[in-house]
């Protein structure tokens, strides 16, 4: 029935992980996802999000404890970096599932 495929479909669009779903969050969990853990200028540099925007997008994703940061100084620099946790990659993961399944 083409009905009951729209409705299917419309479902699963409101189940995606809207956390992720938001395009430079996106851009950031996939960095992370397929790089593992990266600055906060490498990530700037993938995402191409300004200083202020990634760290929003940060906070949010850390708040959701999809990604940890760890602040350290390389001499007197100092370095944050970021990585995905073990719920951020399960959440990435269903997020592309489903996904995969909305487009199929």
Known sequence: M????KKRVTSGLLDVDRLIHEPVRLAMV??????????????K??????DGNLGVYARRLEAARYVACSKSFAGRVPRTEY??????RRAFDTYRARLKAILD
């Open 30 to 43: 996939s960095a992370l996802a397929a790089g593992g853990p990266l600055t906060f200028n490498d990530l």
């Open 2 to 5: 083409p009905g009951s495929r």
């Open 45 to 50: 540099a993938r995402v191409g999000a300004t």
């Open 83 to 88: 990585r995905l946790t073990a719920k951020g």
